[in-house]
T-cell receptor, first 113, second 114 residues
Framework: DSGVTQTPKHLITATGQRVTLRCSPRSGDLSVYWYQQSLDQGLQFLIQYYNGEERAKGNILERFSAQQFPDLHSELNLSSLELGDSALYFC????????????FGPGTRLTVT | AQTVTQSQPEMSVQEAETVTLSCTYDTSESNYYLFWYKQPPSRQMILVIRQEAYKQQNATENRFSVNFQKAAKSFSLKISDSQLGDTAMYFCAFSGAAGNKLTFGGGTRVLVKP
């Protein structure tokens, strides 16, 4: 158990809908990272937040957004969902903005039908 | 941009034998970190081992060790005394000096046979 929690574990929704994925980092960790794992794109970095502020952005679609709250949990919002958004979404956390060890949560499996 | 390449999509090994996974990367940075992550069927991403580029000594964690060749930009993982629980996808990953994201290779599926 990495200490990073993600909810829900599984999510099934229809095209065009909007969903929110939630992540709680390990106790004391200030950075949260979101990754997408899909069959065709592999594991891709989406976005990083550090202590409430966006720190780095990767291949995140405009339909996707994220935020980190004062209690340091983070949410990833996915809107206007398409079939291709079906993937495993991981959250990871690290102690600070430049920590080189990231600990991954169990992931949220999103299926768009 | 950094790229990470794992050229072996799948490998199999007999229990108690040794298997070596290859990884090459491309970067213009001189200071960086390399990692191997394991993803078993449960899909959990588990950090196996990490290597700092400025350290010449190869990292070791129990049965897992790396061969880091900085000039060749190569970072292979050796699993010794393979166990059935080692069956998983293994991902090589790179983190640059900014330390704010991991760039992953495509993964190598390892099957340990009894």
């Amino acid at each position: 158990d990495s200490g990073v929690t993600q909810t829900p574990k599984h999510l099934i929704t229809a095209t065009g809908q909007r969903v929110t994925l939630r992540c709680s980092p390990r106790s004391g960790d200030l950075s949260v990272y979101w990754y997408q794992q899909s069959l065709d794109q592999g594991l891709q970095f989406l976005i990083q937040y550090y202590n409430g502020e966006e720190r780095a952005k990767g291949n995140i679609l405009e339909r996707f957004s994220a935020q980190q709250f004062p209690d340091l949990h983070s949410e990833l919002n996915l809107s206007s969902l398409e079939l291709g958004d079906s993937a495993l979404y991981f959250c990871a956390s690290s102690a600070d903005s430049r920590s080189y060890e990231q600990y991954f949560g169990p992931g949220t499996r999103l299926t768009v039908t | 941009a950094q790229t990470v390449t794992q050229s072996q999509p799948e490998m199999s090994v007999q229990e108690a034998e040794t298997v070596t996974l290859s990884c090459t990367y491309d970067t213009s940075e001189s200071n960086y970190y390399l990692f191997w992550y394991k993803q078993p069927p449960s899909r959990q991403m588990i950090l196996v081992i990490r290597q700092e580029a400025y350290k010449q000594q190869n990292a070791t964690e129990n049965r897992f060790s790396v061969n880091f060749q900085k000039a060749a930009k190569s970072f292979s993982l050796k699993i010794s005394d393979s166990q059935l629980g080692d069956t998983a996808m293994y991902f090589c990953a790179f983190s640059g000096a900014a330390g704010n994201k991991l760039t992953f290779g495509g993964g190598t599926r390892v099957l340990v046979k009894p």
